[in-house]
């Protein structure tokens, strides 16, 4: 795997990378049954205690921030993760992100089923040269967002919309084959969302070659990102 942030999951590394495993257009059907971030994260979870790995070697040489996995910015880190356990090596790779390794979902699923260790002190205990790698990475702003989608179903779809910049659009279609649930459309020279259709799975913009497409957000969902902006600050500064 390749260490980078997620809009959905907030981490893809060891864990995210089985999801490989998935062949083609499978992965979109998935994505139609487990929109949330939480589902996604058991079925995930699922899935490595099905096929875990003996060994894992994640590349962390350049890391991506932002929003990930395809939307962020590339960042030098310089370091390989390998270990046994893909819980401990991913909980590792969230610490040096920055975040706490109790936020991401398939961390905290996987400890609760008895799978790996992902409390910062025992980590630190037994890796203290991880607080010399902790960057300064910027985390996916849509997180908190997304939880409150989840959390909050009277919202629906007014929370974020995928839309495309149409100069960066080369009407691949690729967005139309990867969409589980048929909500995107070309009509004549452009592409078109039946946002009604939309479960907001994320996987256009994920997927997108040409990164045309990206994520507007409703006042709502600015004022959260703007606080979720000052929290990640402050906690850092804590």
Same mark, same amino acid.
Request: proline letters at 5%.
């Given at each position: 795997?390749?260490?980078?942030?997620?809009?959905?999951?907030?981490?893809?590394?060891?864990?995210?990378?089985?999801?490989?495993?998935?062949?083609?257009?499978?992965?979109?059907?998935?994505?139609?049954?487990?929109?949330?971030?939480?589902?996604?994260?058991?079925?995930?979870?699922?899935?490595?205690?099905?096929?875990?790995?003996?060994?894992?070697?994640?590349?962390?040489?350049?890391?991506?921030?932002?929003?990930?996995?395809?939307?962020?910015?590339?960042?030098?880190?310089?370091?390989?993760?390998?270990?046994?356990?893909?819980?401990?090596?991913?909980?590792?790779?969230?610490?040096?992100?920055?975040?706490?390794?109790?936020?991401?979902?398939?961390?905290?699923?996987?400890?609760?089923?008895?799978?790996?260790?992902?409390?910062?002190?025992?980590?630190?205990?037994?890796?203290?040269?991880?607080?010399?790698?902790?960057?300064?990475?910027?985390?996916?702003?849509?997180?908190?967002?997304?939880?409150?989608?989840?959390?909050?179903?009277?919202?629906?779809?007014?929370?974020? *919309?995928?839309?495309?910049?149409? $100069?960066? %659009?080369?009407? =691949?279609?690729? /967005?139309? @084959?990867? !969409? +589980?649930?048929? &909500? #995107?459309?070309?009509?004549?020279? *452009?592409?078109?969302?039946?946002? $009604?259709? %939309?479960?907001? =799975?994320?996987? /256009?913009? @994920?997927? !997108? +070659?040409?990164? &045309? #497409?990206?994520?507007?957000?409703?006042?709502?969902?600015?004022?959260?990102?703007?606080?979720?902006?000052?929290?990640?600050?402050?906690?850092?500064?804590?």
């Amino acid at each position: 795997p390749k260490i980078k942030t997620h809009t959905l999951t907030l981490l893809t590394g060891a864990i995210k990378n089985l999801f490989g495993i998935i062949p083609g257009f499978y992965k979109s059907i998935i994505h139609k049954y487990a929109t949330r971030s939480e589902e996604l994260s058991e079925f995930l979870v699922d899935l490595y205690q099905l096929i875990p790995p003996a060994f894992t070697i994640a590349d962390a040489v350049v890391i991506m921030e932002g929003e990930g996995p395809s939307g962020g910015r590339p960042k030098d880190l310089g370091i390989i993760l390998a270990g046994s356990n893909a819980v401990e090596l991913d909980a590792c790779a969230a610490f040096l992100l920055g975040y706490d390794p109790g936020e991401i979902p398939t961390l905290t699923i996987a400890e609760s089923r008895g799978l790996g260790n992902i409390k910062t002190d025992q980590l630190l205990k037994r890796h203290p040269q991880l607080i010399r790698y902790r960057g300064d990475f910027k985390l996916p702003r849509f997180s908190l967002t997304c939880q409150l989608m989840e959390q909050a179903a009277f919202l629906g779809g007014g929370v974020i *919309k995928p839309k495309v910049t149409r $100069d960066k %659009c080369q009407i =691949c279609q690729f /967005c139309i @084959e990867s !969409c +589980p649930v048929n &909500a #995107i459309t070309r009509k004549k020279d *452009k592409i078109e969302f039946d946002y $009604d259709a %939309c479960i907001r =799975c994320l996987c /256009c913009q @994920e997927l !997108c +070659p040409h990164q &045309a #497409i990206y994520l507007q957000r409703s006042l709502l969902a600015r004022g959260i990102s703007f606080s979720y902006g000052i929290y990640t600050k402050v906690r850092k500064v804590i």
